[in-house]
């Protein structure tokens, strides 16, 4: 069987870094492009010198469709506007597109969501086995629990991550409001500063905390009278989210369009 062809989109971040190295650590796997934005110091660099595995002949490039000749799927940590403008190359070329970037707007959404209807689309805060595995179990605590359990979400990332909520705590916090039958929008509470009065009943609360170079820990809160129940991930490695997103480009190749989560790739949908 050929290899799959992966290029990286955001290679020159702290994630396009760590999958070049375990594309190079696969079976199965060749990386046969590597984008960057225009304006990024690491254009015309080998992706692997730049990864820090020694060069594997791959340029880094800010060029989207000669990188795309060939390519199987697109693993894709940049940035919100970078992915949108993707989505729809790839779904023109009918590519599949694995999108680990957060940080979206609802327009956004909207925009990916319509690719996903000509190729395969894989979008999630978080691609870890254990952060999905994290929500699964939210979502099953929280149609489990009535709202005499105040639902809260806390979240610490390095201190170089630009957006808050982190992607993670909105897949937690939508994987809570679903299980409550509930949309996360209607019962999001970001931010309390000042004299707020009392905790909204229903509300989903969620905290952000910035901090030196934590890779990434998310606790889900179900506070009730005289019992709180703390579910709990933290993150030590990058790899186990660059594995996870060679796990939804294997998963993708050949797939239906649509738009996918890391719980239809794990299996997790209907736990």
């Known amino acids: ?3 799959l062809r992966i290029v990286i989109a955001g290679a020159g971040g702290r994630m396009g870094r760590t999958l ?6 696969a079976e199965g796997l060749v990386l046969v492009g590597a984008l960057e934005h225009s304006a990024s110091t690491h254009l015309g660099e080998d992706a692997g010198l730049m990864a820090g595995i020694g060069a ?3 340029t880094v490039e800010s060029d989207v469709a000669p990188t795309l000749n060939g390519a199987d799927v697109v693993v894709d940590f940049s940035s919100p506007g970078a992915s949108v403008r ?3 190359r790839l779904a023109e070329a009918g590519i599949a597109h694995v999108i680990g970037t957060t940080g979206f707007s609802n327009e956004d959404n909207s925009a990916i969501a319509a690719a996903a209807r000509r190729t395969p689309v894989v979008k999630s805060g978080n691609m870890s086995l254990g952060v999905n595995l994290l929500a699964a179990l939210t979502r099953r605590v929280a149609a489990t629990l009535d709202e005499g359990f105040d639902i809260e979400i806390v979240e610490m990332h390095h201190n170089r991550k630009v957006d808050a909520p982190s992607g993670t705590a909105l897949l937690l916090g939508e994987a809570a409001a679903e299980g409550r039958g509930r949309h996360l929008d209607d019962c999001a ?5 000042g004299v707020t009065g009392p905790r909204k009943a229903g509300a989903i609360g969620f905290a952000s905390l ?5 890779v990434g820990e998310h606790m889900v809160i ?6 709180r129940i703390e579910l709990v991930h933290k993150a030590e490695d990058r790899m186990i989210f660059a594995n996870g997103a060679l796990a939804a480009a294997r998963w ?3 797939r239906e369009p649509g738009l996918y989560s890391m719980a239809d790739v794990l299996g997790l949908a209907d736990f």
């Open 1 to 3: 069987m050929a290899d």
């Open 20 to 25: 070049i190295k375990a594309v190079a650590e």
């Open 56 to 58: 594997n002949g791959v």
């Open 86 to 88: 993707l989505a729809e």
């Open 189 to 193: 509470e970001r931010g309390r500063d």
């Open 210 to 214: 910035r901090g030196g170079s934590v």
């Open 222 to 227: 179900f506070a009730g009278t005289a019992e």
């Open 252 to 254: 993708a190749k050949g």
